[in-house]
T-cell receptor, first 112, second 118 residues
Framework: QQQVKQSPQSLIVQKGGISIINCAYE??????FPWYQQFPGKGPALLIA?????SEKKEGRFTISFNKSAKQFSLHIMDSQPGDSATYFC???????????FGTGTSLTVIP | NAGVTQTPKFQVLKTGQSMTLQCAQD?????MSWYRQDPGMGLRLIHY???????DQGEVPNGYNVSRSTTEDFPLRLLSAAPSQTSVYFC?????????????????FGPGTRLTVL
């Protein structure tokens, strides 16, 4: 059973547009929600993360929105650039553990 | 720091062959893990270790063995390769407890090993 559900599977956005990727979870014990970015042929790398005590976290053009009651969180990429083309994974873990549960990934393509 | 290194980058095996995927980290991280990445499946945890001498199973452990004799190394062994084990394998490491960048347990991934079993 997939602990973290991610959508869409793929996304095509024009340069300058907004990319939005959504994730949902069931386990209320999760309290750390990172997003990882993966370029072709590379390992995933941490992009941005949030804890459920805040509803939003912003780092540059990347924003996580978190809805604790709905058990959903999303990644927004503002002013999307061709260099943002990559696969994005959401994940969740519990505060006392290192075990991460990953979503199935979203392949983002930003068209110039 | 080299971070997390994996060897080999590519490997082709025949069904029934055995091999070991190597993983090493130089960040003195206690926690290490192995994932496999398959299209449409995301990253699935195979095995993990919270320190030298301690290992445990993840979501998809069947067909794989691990050991952790040192903090730095965490090899993954395929005893009898099967076509279903064709995948990209990633090793990751992190500190236990609160970690850097103001966030918990940031996982650092290696570059991956692409394995094909014929």
């Amino acid at each position: 059973q997939q602990q973290v559900k991610q959508s869409p599977q793929s996304l095509i956005v024009q340069k300058g547009g907004i990319s939005i990727i959504n994730c949902a979870y069931e386990n209320t014990a999760f309290d750390y929600f990172p997003w990882y970015q993966q370029f072709p042929g590379k390992g995933p790398a941490l992009l941005i993360a949030i804890r459920p005590d805040v509803s939003e976290k912003k780092e540059g053009r990347f924003t996580i929105s978190f809805n604790k009651s709905a058990k959903q969180f999303s990644l927004h990429i503002m002013d999307s650039q061709p260099g943002d083309s990559a696969t994005y994974f959401c994940a969740a873990s519990m505060i006392w553990g290192n075990q991460f549960y990953f979503g199935t990934g979203t392949s983002l393509t930003v068209i110039p | 720091n080299a971070g997390v290194t994996q060897t080999p980058k590519f490997q082709v095996l025949k069904t029934g062959q055995s091999m070991t995927l190597q993983c090493a980290q130089d960040m003195n991280h206690e926690y290490m893990s192995w994932y496999r990445q398959d299209p449409g499946m995301g990253l699935r945890l195979i095995h993990y270790s919270v320190g030298a001498g301690i290992t445990d199973q993840g979501e998809v452990p069947n067909g794989y063995n691990v050991s952790r004799s040192t903090t730095e190394d965490f090899p993954l062994r395929l005893l009898s390769a099967a076509p279903s084990q064709t995948s990209v394998y990633f090793c990751a490491s992190s500190r236990t407890g609160t970690g850097g960048r103001g966030s918990y347990n940031e996982q650092f991934f290696g570059p991956g090993t692409r394995l094909t079993v014929l």
